[in-house]
């Protein structure tokens, strides 16, 4: 059973940061994904893929996975850019998009 350690992206609706300083575990899907015969619905026999861990940091991620012997692989976020913006710079007559 492997498991993939990350750090979320902020989500495209929002202009906020929540949830994306902490470290989430996820497992790796052991079974494919079929649609389910009746409804057409995309099912799994793998319970497992809808287990989300949240950590406050990379290192309790990891201590956790090798405390219960996961092979775990990590996915570095890149380096986020984040522009101070002021109201007053919507109403400057030349304006950066």
Partial sequence: ?????????????????????????????????????????????????????RFATQEAAVAYAERNELAFSIQNAAARRIRPKSYTDRFRPVRNH
Avoid at 2 to 10: D, E, K, V, W
């Fill in 1 to 53: 059973m492997t498991a993939r350690i990350y750090q979320p992206s902020r989500s495209v609706t929002q202009s906020g940061l929540g949830r994306t300083r902490e470290w989430v575990l996820e497992y790796e899907p052991a079974t494919p994904r079929v649609p389910e015969p009746l409804m057409g619905w995309i099912s799994s026999a793998d319970s497992l893929n809808q287990v989300r861990l």
